[in-house]
């Protein structure tokens, strides 16, 4: 049974690979742990291990993490990003306990969001959840939508837009993989052009990393191959 620091170096070995194969630049693509579901003990060993960002799915079990590392780890400077659905009512414990949210889908979350962030916090990181596969089942704008809602989200004086964030449909064929992610990194090209503080496209997981780097990915979201299945 592999550790979570093997793990973590094969994954970290892979995205350089996959960097160097489409000649990009080396560290030009960020290892975000999924850690939604996985217990304390489990971080603890990729903290160890020196990861120092997370992603959380869900409210409470993601701000008890939060919480817990502030208290417990107070010296070593974690970075935490919410990656889930967003509901409108749990939007205040998200701008008070995060650094990042990756799945803003609509002007009413954004305006929440930047309502209830703390000035002490400083600005809340914030992207563009984008349905590229155009899935019933999946959140997300629409890329028709996004140069709207980045037009309204840049005016929020607690929010910085830093991109857009995907989920593709799951296939498991590497050209139509690129396809769909090429063309959110189209859709990006045209906001960093407007924007120019615009630098992060979240998008590619376990099954689909290599295509979402070779299409430009800054961020891969990987969870399973770092933590293990859920238990």
Known sequence: MTSIKQ????????????????????DSVQLLAVSKT???DLLEQAIEAGQRTFGENYVQEGVEKVQYFQSTHSNTELEW??????????????????????SIDRLKIAQRLNEQRLESLGKLNVLIQVNIS???SKSGTTSEEVMTLAAAINEMPNLTLRGLMSI????SNYDEQLAAFTQL????????????QVDTLSM?????????????????RIGTAIFGARG
């Open 185 to 196: 990194a189209s859709i990006q090209n045209q906001l960093r052009a407007q924007y120019p």
């Open 38 to 40: 996985k217990p304390i």
């Open 168 to 171: 593709p449909a799951n296939v």
């Open 134 to 136: 155009s899935e019933e």
């Open 204 to 220: 590619g997981m376990s099954g689909d990393m290599d295509a979402a780097i070779e299409a430009g990915s800054t961020m891969v």
């Open 81 to 102: 990003h919410f990656i889930g659905p967003i509901q409108s009512n749990k939007t205040r414990p998200i701008a008070e306990h995060f650094d990042w949210v990756h």
């Open 7 to 26: 793990n973590i170096n094969q994954i970290t070995l892979q995205i350089g690979n996959s960097i160097q194969k489409c000649g990009r630049q080396p």
